[in-house]
């Protein structure tokens, strides 16, 4: 099975825009969890998507949002980004019952 | 609030040394504990992971040690090897996909 894939792998945007990011899941797996990685705060959890529900939520701002489609692919949005929202954002993905879940190889951004 | 403490950040042993990570956990609804490699530039890569119906669980050279009563569980690494030199990640979850993370362990096997 191919594992889970992010796109794009990097990405410089500049303070103030938005930004879309996309995660492709695992061939049957319904649940996409979406993280963020900084140096200062480690991998933080911003939100999981079921079945194009949103199931859990992190604590963040609501510049960060998320969907997911019918195929279980899903994606994320930051709106007016600033400096600190600079990192590594990481997708998982997890089959039916809780517990194991895939990272991609993430998405680097870069807010200048 | 940091409701996984993991220790210590950073780690250097040497080859074929049994380097160990321990974490601590405060929330008593996690109920599955899973450890990731990674390895610059890559995402996390899934190791072992264990629930606490079990003290013990060894999956290779990977064996994960679990103390229900002191919520604390670490990960040992036998026969260590240099291809093992990663950052390690502890975790925890309840009901739902929901990881809460260690702060990390820089491991370094030399040669």
């Known amino acids: 099975k191919a594992g889970v894939t992010q796109t794009p792998r990097y990405l410089i945007k500049t303070r103030g825009q938005q930004v879309t990011l996309s995660c492709s899941p695992i061939s049957g797996h319904r649940s996409v969890s979406w993280y963020q990685q900084t140096p200062g705060q480690g991998l933080q959890f911003l939100f999981e998507?079921?079945?194009?529900?949103?199931?859990n939520k992190g604590n963040f701002p609501g510049r960060f949002s998320g969907r997911q489609f019918s195929n279980s692919r899903s994606e994320m949005n930051v709106s007016t980004l600033e400096l600190g929202d600079s990192a590594l954002y990481l997708c998982?993905?997890?089959?039916?019952?809780?517990?194991?879940?895939?990272f991609g190889p993430g998405t680097r951004l870069t807010v200048t | 609030q940091q409701q996984v403490k993991q220790s210590p950040q950073s780690l250097i042993v040497q080859k074929g040394g049994i380097p160990i990570i321990n974490c601590a956990y405060e929330n008593t609804a996690f109920d599955y504990f899973p450890w990731y490699q990674q390895f610059p530039g890559k995402g996390p890569a899934l190791l072992i992971a264990?629930?606490?119906?079990?003290s013990e669980k060894k999956e290779g050279r990977f064996t994960i040690s679990f103390n229900k009563s002191a919520k604390q569980f670490s990960l040992h690494i036998m026969d260590s090897q240099p291809g093992d030199s990663a950052t390690y990640f502890c975790a925890a979850s309840g009901a739902g996909n929901m990881l809460t993370f260690g702060g990390g362990t820089r491991l370094m096997v030399k040669p």
């Open positions: 998982a993905s997890a089959g039916q019952g809780a517990g194991e879940q895939y």
């Open positions: 264990i629930r606490p119906d079990v």
């Open positions: 998507y079921f079945s194009e529900t949103q199931r």
